[in-house]
């Protein structure tokens, strides 16, 4: 008891990203581990704290070549063609009916992504995201990256979100109360 084992921990990997696995009450399996990894590697790009005028599709730009390496698809643009589509429910002759988009998908390990930036914060895109991810076929673990602080003007001032605090304080709240039951069997929270 209290001896460290020789093995690194995802605490080990610094203060960058901030992140946090749920439940909490779970070990966070290996592939939170090289996902952390890869937006740690990422972080003179893709720092809210350090990066002004970050989007999602820039963040997902950054990330892109290292998760690819690690077996996600990842949106290549706005295209169709280049968006990544997963079914939500099929029809006559089990044929795909409907579909909703998300950022990445790592097909074997059923892991769908979501990158969301500025404008995120203030418009609800976390709990979307959440719902949509829900009914998505084949999805077991949910990549939830929100910008540790958006700054923006409102009323000639400058305003800073913390994105990641507040929806740290929403997901605490969803597994502590019990009342909803996410259908993941587990989420990465990351504040990038």
């Known amino acids: 008891m209290g001896r460290r084992s020789g093995r690194s921990t995802l605490r080990d990997m610094g203060d960058y990203p901030l992140w ?7 070990r966070p399996p290996e ?5 952390v990894g890869i937006v740690a590697m990422a972080e003179s790009d893709v720092s809210s704290k350090k990066n002004h005028g970050l989007t999602s599709d820039s963040v997902l730009a950054r990330l892109r070549p290292a998760m690819e390496g690690a077996g996600y698809r990842v949106e290549g643009g706005k295209t169709r063609e280049q968006r990544i589509h997963l079914p939500v429910l099929f029809g006559d002759q089990g044929k795909e009916r409907v579909a909703w988009e998300v950022d990445a998908v790592h097909d074997e390990l059923g892991v769908a992504v979501e990158i969301e930036a500025g404008r995120g914060a203030r418009g609800n895109a976390v709990y979307r995201d959440l719902v949509r991810a829900s009914v998505l076929v084949d999805v077991r673990f949910l990549v939830l990256g929100v910008m540790v602080s958006y700054r923006h003007q409102s009323g000639g001032k400058e305003v800073t979100v913390s994105s990641y605090a507040e ?18 069997q587990g989420l990465l929270l990351i504040g990038y």
Request: a positive charge.
């Open 20 to 26: 946090r696995f749920y439940p909490p009450s779970d």
């Open 31 to 35: 592939w939170a581990r090289t996902f």
């Open 167 to 184: 929806t740290q304080e929403v997901l605490d709240a969803i597994y502590a109360s019990g009342r909803l039951k996410l259908p993941f």
